[in-house]
């Protein structure tokens, strides 16, 4: 028991009910999302992206699905749809409220940055020319969220994710495979239609929600299903050996494509049809396909009861994983940071690095701090966190 104590007041994972595989993958993929939002950074091609047609957004989107389905699932089951989906509303305030901060935030720290350093191209390069050229219209845009500069657009996503699950949770229970089968139709016709939304000041979302709401709705239903039904999804051993098969294809491919784009190696018809099925703005299918093999691959590779996810590097990442909206905002603000002190003091590899390992150094001790925190108010209040919270 006091091990137990100590263990919680120091902001470490203590061992319950909850699946630290989700924890972990999402506090890695914060991490990889933090070095990959550094231009020109050496340190990015040691990241899922380029190893894979996927990457972090992936990661973070499935996940977010699947907690959601997790916590608030349960929550209806204990105190009915309507306070559930209350509950959910309540979380949408809180990301936006949280994203409109971190905007305002972030324009003042570009701003401020190419001032500083008399570098007027820093705030083309971040997408913020508009909001300092018309500021009264800019800031409205960004309240209703169509102006998304560089870095800025993964939150509003997920506000209008977890919206539509608010609308959604009271039909879960009944129709939730009918739901997939729309969500895929809807993933389907999208890139025959070119549904998306408009941006500001040009353009359209660089996450287009009507395509990227299929991986969302595919981990709410994995959520669902291992969470609230208590039967997770069976993945056939033909699927896993597909899986396998697919990736001993796909990272080679990947590989040959960021090393090719250096050596100029690569066919411009072959480029062209990565660009096409690997399109980001609407989760092209090599994308989908290239997650969804990856993460058969890691369900099966990787028990929930594997001992390395208690280690005390694995433990870090767990931590980030349990903060990710605190970890993900800080990991804006220092990705800024370390872009604008490269791009004063030049790339050279010792800079890169420590600027990298230091940012992710930052993130891994704030998420402990933060964790630290909440164990401390919890055993004052005698109170307990749940499973699969942390999103």
Not at 362 to 372: I, M, P
């Amino acid at each position: 028991m006091a091990g137990g104590a100590s263990a919680a007041a120091a902001g470490v994972p203590r061992a319950t009910g909850r699946d630290l595989r989700l924890d972990f993958f999402r506090g890695l993929g914060l991490l990889f999302i933090f070095i990959d939002h550094i231009p020109n950074n050496a340190f990015s091609y040691l990241t899922l992206a380029n190893f894979s047609f996927c990457d972090a957004a992936e990661i973070f989107v499935f996940l977010s699905g699947y907690s959601a389905a997790l916590v608030f699932g349960r929550e209806a089951g204990r105190e009915g749809n309507a306070f559930a989906m209350a509950q959910v509303l309540k979380r949408c305030w809180a990301l936006y409220v949280a994203h409109i901060f971190l905007f305002v935030i972030y324009t003042a720290q570009v701003s401020w940055t190419a001032q500083r350093f008399e570098n007027a191209l820093f705030i083309e390069e971040m997408e913020v020319a508009a909001f300092l050229n018309e500021p009264h219209v800019a800031i409205v845009k960004a309240l209703e969220l169509v102006h998304q500069p560089l870095f800025m657009n993964i939150l509003p996503l997920y506000i209008v994710l977890l919206t539509g699950f608010a609308v959604a949770l009271p039909l879960l229970r009944r129709l939730l495979w009918a739901l997939v089968a729309v969500s895929a139709v809807v993933y389907a016709i999208v890139p025959l239609v070119g549904f998306n939304l408009a941006a500001y000041p040009e353009g359209v979302w660089f996450f287009n929600p009507f395509a990227w709401q299929f991986i969302f709705v595919l981990g709410i239903a994995c959520g669902w299903k291992a969470g609230v039904e208590g039967n997770p999804v069976r993945i056939p051993r033909g699927a896993v050996l597909a899986a396998l098969a697919f990736l001993a294809l796909a990272v080679p491919a990947r590989l040959w494509v960021s090393v090719g784009y250096f050596l100029d190696g690569v066919p411009p018809a072959f480029a062209d049809l990565v660009y096409q099925f690997a399109n980001k703005t609407d989760l092209g299918p090599l994308r989908l396909g290239s997650f969804l093999a990856l993460a058969v691959a890691v369900v099966h590779l990787v028990p929930r009861s594997a001992a390395w996810l208690a280690s005390a590097p694995a433990s870090a990442v767990v931590l980030c994983g349990q903060n990710s909206l605190q970890v993900f905002c800080l990991g804006i603000f220092l990705s800024v940071s370390a872009h604008s002190l490269l791009l004063e003091f030049g790339h050279d590899i010792s800079l890169q690095a420590a600027v990298t390992f230091g940012g992710c150094l930052l993130l891994l001790g704030a998420a402990r701090v933060l964790s630290w925190s909440k164990s401390r108010k919890s055993r004052r209040a005698g109170g307990s966190s749940g499973d699969g919270g942390g999103e």
